[in-house]
C-alpha cells in the first residue's frame, strides 16, 4: 500500500502562481512514476505531468512551458509548480503514484485549484 497526501492547492487569480505537493509513505518500490492529473466538473479526469524515479518527465500540451514537475526521491515527495496559471487551469488535481506492477496504482485525496479571471 502507498499512502498520498497532497497540499498547496487553492485560490489564485489568472497570470499567478500556485505550487502543489505530494508526499508518498508505505511502500514505495524502486522504480515508480509519479504524476500530477485533473478534473474538472463536466469532464474527464486529464493527465497533467509524470516523473519517474530516474527524472523523465511527461507533460500535457495545455501545460507544457508553464508548469514544472520535479521530485525529491530521498523523501518521495513530487511537486508541481504551476505558473502563468488560467481560468481554464480550474480543478480538482489528484496526485498519483504507479509502481512497477499494474496492482501499484494510487491515488490521493485530490485538491483544489480554483483560477479566477
Known amino acids: 500500500q502507498v499512502q498520498l497526501v497532497e497540499s498547496g492547492g487553492g485560490l489564485v487569480q489568472a497570470g499567478g502562481s500556485l505550487r502543489l505537493s505530494c508526499a508518498a509513505s508505505?511502500?514505495?518500490?524502486?522504480?515508480?512514476?509519479m504524476g500530477w492529473y485533473r478534473q474538472a466538473p463536466g469532464n474527464q479526469r486529464e493527465l497533467v505531468a509524470t516523473?519517474?524515479?530516474?527524472?523523465?518527465?511527461n507533460y500535457a500540451g495545455s501545460v507544457k512551458g508553464r508548469f514544472t514537475i520535479s521530485r525529491d526521491n530521498a523523501d518521495n515527495t513530487v511537486y508541481l509548480q504551476m505558473n502563468s496559471l488560467k481560468p481554464e487551469d480550474t480543478a480538482v488535481y489528484y496526485c498519483?503514484?504507479?509502481?512497477?506492477?499494474?496492482?501499484?496504482?494510487?491515488w490521493g485525496q485530490g485538491t483544489q485549484v480554483t483560477v479566477s479571471s
Open positions: 498519483n503514484y504507479k509502481g512497477e506492477f499494474l496492482r501499484d496504482d494510487y
Open positions: 508505505g511502500s514505495i518500490g524502486s522504480f515508480n512514476v
Open positions: 516523473i519517474s524515479n530516474g527524472g523523465r518527465t
